[in-house]
């Protein structure tokens, strides 16, 4: 069974900031084409997708926030952690970890999710 | 930027009904379009992935067709559990896209 859980602070105060960590069970990030993805959803929005891992320490990125995004992987630790710096009350949102898988991007099964809110 | 648009933004729909929601590439993007469903309160789950492949797990009642720029979602025979809000996603290029959803509503 595969399990994702996404950790993290529930508040930030603007221009902090952020790191989350995925921890998950039932599949290793060193298999071939499997990754571990972060998307959020800002209240009331669609789904954004944030930042990608992949087994061969493929790192992709959302380019409208690359410059603020650093997703690294822990194989051993069956671990991945996506920081986001300088952040603004617009980036409030739920945010989720999701295994994906290569080449066609997308993701399942997900993490329940963790609300981030950002206010001073 | 690759825009995905997503139709209708809401449905009505009973019990039984077939129902199919359209997905629109503004560019080609081969088979690289997957479609999730999300109830409130759950994860988002992963329904189809490569235009037409059913994620394990996912019931036969759900399919999905096309290639390059249009794709579809069919529901067979809708049941209850399924009303919620579906998405599609493209893993072509650049931002991954997802969109705004149709909201399956019980009519």
């Known amino acids: 069974q595969i399990t994702l859980k996404e950790s993290g602070p529930t508040l930030v105060k603007p221009t902090q900031t952020l790191t989350l960590t995925c921890t998950f069970s039932?599949?290793?990030?060193?298999?071939?084409?499997?990754?571990v993805g972060w998307i959020r959803q800002p209240p009331g929005k669609a789904l954004e997708w944030l930042a990608l891992?992949?087994?061969?320490?493929?790192?992709r990125y959302n380019p409208s926030l690359k410059s603020r995004l650093t997703i690294t992987k822990d194989t051993s630790k069956n671990q991945v952690v996506l920081t986001m710096t300088n952040m603004d009350s617009v980036d409030t949102a739920t945010y989720y970890c999701?295994?994906?898988?290569?080449?066609?991007?997308?993701?399942?099964?997900w993490g329940q999710g963790t609300l981030v809110t950002v206010s001073s | 930027d690759i825009q995905l648009t997503q139709s209708p933004s809401s449905l009505s729909a009973s019990v039984g009904d077939r129902v199919t929601i359209t997905c629109r590439a503004s560019q080609s993007i081969s088979s690289y379009l997957n479609w999730y469903q999300h109830i409130p309160g759950k994860a988002p789950k992963l329904l189809i992935y490569g235009a037409s492949t059913l994620q394990s797990g996912v019931p036969s009642r759900f399919s999905g067709s096309g290639s390059g720029t249009d794709f579809t979602l069919t529901i067979s025979r809708l049941q209850p559990e399924d009303f919620a809000t579906y998405y599609c996603q493209q893993g072509y290029s650049g931002a991954y896209t997802f969109v705004q959803g149709t909201k399956l509503e019980i009519k």
């Open positions: 891992v992949y087994w061969d320490d493929d790192q």
């Open positions: 039932g599949f290793s990030l060193s298999t071939t084409a499997v990754g």
């Open positions: 999701a295994r994906s898988t290569y080449p066609y991007n997308c993701f399942g099964p």
